[in-house]
């Protein structure tokens, strides 16, 4: 199904480390515009470590292999280019909100450095807009707040909206529900693809939940131990996985059921 | 099956300033001997607390407890160590940091050194005995949630609470520690209550399952009744979004 669709980013033997300890071994994936990845794995294996590795996080060292997104190699790129490419180009939306933000600034302040910072005029109407897919209620009051005043899964909502207010076309996400409740969770996945679907974002999801992979992705990527094991439709890897590990980690994900 | 805990019209608020923000309202709960009661509901609905208020780790503002009848009401964490221990999310910082996991549950033993039953224990819950001599810090998060249901079992307590003791583990470590706990449960040795936000894993180990909502309980009955035919609303919210993502 993808087969002739459009690469935004190659990953082509890919091998990254931390000072002391190589944690990515050749890695080589495709991602194709508009789709979502989902790159799922258990604690340790890599994931978020390639993230950074794609925004050229400078604590993470590439060994080997290159990242290219669109026609530039990333890899080889110098730290003011790669500035550049995040944010507008890239977006990257993390685990911990409250990181994302000072605390005790107003809202709308930090959103007006977002625009500024990016070379781009503040556009309040476009703000409101995502908000409202996002389901925050009077926008105006939240941008007048400061984050330390906002719950977990409303300043995840504002995450997400920094990140799209300024149209990024590929979106990377690093288990940005994790620390919310499944009921929010769900809300907040869904309102993040409703944003994708008028947007036309790529995104790039890492998370360790299998379920949620399930809801949102079009292809799911494996991790384990560095490497990509497997990669797939969504379908075929929870119907038919291939690999050992896989079928472990599929098997061991408790299930709704009534003994 | 006679009724080993219970709390009847549990209250306990906290105050913050000048804030008093209300935790459990009148919450009533039972345990039968061998049963494992589930409870959940969203952060901030006040199944920690009760965990913490029935362990007497938290004094009620009202209300009564009892162990097999028994007023325990005010009881202090080591007077309620002898039948009940808690188990946290966090194994790890439950132990001493420069002690050594032998030394650790040796001490919650009250005296009791019997190192073949210790053993016995460790064994049981698929540990190498080599890992007793580390102290918790060279421990996985999952020998440590290993370490500390052992600690638990050999203290003699008779009733296990368990607050997301599986919630920082991986799927795979995770279904590790619920091994451990549905083999002990189908041997009869388990009379627990199980905090989790997870009601797919709550599902799969509790007979009967209690919701809160805002410090009250809003739903309880048993497992099948619970999932198959919800009735409060927020339990038909919990129960779709784990529907939407359960992998068949």
């Known amino acids: ?259 | 099956m006679d009724i080993i805990l219970e709390g009847k019209k549990l209250n306990k608020s906290f105050k913050t300033g000048e804030k008093k923000t209300q935790v459990l309202c009148d919450v009533d709960f039972f345990l039968k001997e061998g049963e494992v009661l589930g409870i959940v509901g969203e952060s901030g609905s006040g199944k920690s607390t009760l965990l913490r208020v029935a362990s007497g780790l938290e004094k009620p503002d009202s209300g009564e407890l009892l162990y097999k009848g028994r007023d325990y009401t005010g009881s202090s964490p080591r007077q309620t160590g002898e039948f009940l221990q808690i188990l946290f999310q966090d194994a790890e910082s439950s132990f001493d940091p420069r002690m050594t996991m032998e030394r650790s549950i040796m001490e919650a033993g009250r005296g009791k050194k019997d190192k073949e039953e210790l053993l016995k224990l460790v064994k049981m819950a698929g540990l190498d005995e080599e890992l007793l001599k580390r102290k918790p810090g060279k421990l996985s998060g999952g020998q440590c949630q290993r370490m500390a249901i052992v600690r638990a079992f050999y203290s003699g307590a008779e009733i296990l609470l368990c607050d997301e003791m599986t919630s920082a583990l991986d799927v795979s470590t995770q279904a590790q520690v619920m091994q451990i706990m549905q083999r002990l449960k189908k041997e009869g040795k388990l009379s627990a209550v199980f905090v989790s936000h997870d009601i797919a894993l709550v599902s799969e180990i509790c007979d009967r399952i209690m919701v809160m909502k805002d410090g009250r309980c809003v739903e309880e009955g048993e497992t099948p009744e619970v999932i198959g035919s919800p009735k409060d609303d927020h339990t038909k919210e919990l129960i779709e979004s784990a529907r939407k993502q359960s992998i068949g």
């Not at chain 1, 480390?17 to 190589?22: F, K, P, T």
């Not at chain 1, 009077?138 to 997400?160: F, N, V």
């Not at chain 1, 769900?186 to 790529?202: N, P, W």
Request: proline share 3%.
């Open chain 1, 1 to 259: 199904m993808v087969a002739d669709k459009e690469k935004i980013l190659k990953i082509s033997g890919l091998s990254a480390a931390y000072e002391d300890a190589n944690v990515i071994n050749s890695v080589s994936l495709d991602v194709y515009k508009g789709e979502v990845l989902c790159i799922v794995g258990e604690s340790g294996s890599g994931k978020s470590t390639l993230i950074k590795a794609i925004c050229a996080d400078n604590s993470v060292s590439v060994e080997e292999g290159s990242i290219t997104y669109k026609d530039k190699v990333v890899t080889d790129l110098k730290a003011r280019e790669v500035q550049k490419l995040l944010g507008c180009e890239i977006g990257l939306i993390q685990q911990n909100p409250w990181g994302a933000f000072n605390p005790i600034r107003r809202i709308d302040v930090q959103f007006k450095e977002t625009f500024r910072s990016h070379g781009k005029f503040f556009h309040a109407e476009r703000i409101k807009e995502i908000f409202e897919v996002l389901g925050l209620k009077d926008p105006d009051k939240i941008l007048k707040m400061r984050p330390y005043e906002l719950s977990g899964g409303m300043s995840q909502r504002i995450a997400i909206a920094a990140a799209f207010v300024l149209n990024p076309k590929l979106l990377l996400c690093d288990e940005i529900t994790s620390a919310l409740d499944v009921t929010i969770a769900m809300q907040v996945m869904q309102q993040l693809m409703e944003l994708k679907k008028q947007q036309e974002t790529t995104i790039i999801m890492v998370t360790h939940n299998l379920g949620l992979a399930k809801c949102i992705a079009d292809r799911i990527a494996i991790m384990y131990e560095g490497k990509i094991v497997e990669c797939a439709e969504a379908s075929d890897i929870l119907k038919d996985p291939q690999d050992e590990y896989t079928k472990r980690l599929i098997s061991d994900v408790p299930r709704l059921r009534a003994i």
